[in-house]
């Protein structure tokens, strides 16, 4: 596995941060089809957070997984409830 590089990071932190409330309601939607078990675990685990920190933490996973998914040009596999737990 190759590593992100700065550039893409860089890039796509302001591309999302450029979104509109409906881009970025769309965007969930579709990492929800995609990645369903890995958000339902985001959201779990951050649900005893003040609310200001669990958005920025979803926040940051949504810029994370879209890091990886530009980075390496393909389809992440769905990651499953069972690798979470391991």
């Known amino acids: ?3 992100v590089s700065e550039e893409l990071v860089e890039e796509t932190w302001q591309e999302v941060a450029d979104f509109t409330p409906k881009q970025m309601s769309k965007s969930m939607k ?3 089809k995609q990645q ?3 958000l339902a ?3 779990e685990f951050t649900q ?3 609310q200001e920190v669990r958005e920025l933490s ?3 996973f949504y810029n994370i997984f879209r890091m990886f ?3 390496y040009q393909k389809r992440i596999n769905k990651i499953s409830s069972k690798d979470i737990i391991k």
């Open 36 to 38: 369903p078990q890995l």
């Open 48 to 50: 005893d957070l003040d």
């Open 58 to 60: 979803i926040y940051m």
């Open 69 to 71: 998914k530009k980075s």
């Open 1 to 3: 596995m190759e590593l």
């Open 30 to 32: 579709e990492i929800s």
């Open 41 to 43: 675990f985001m959201m």
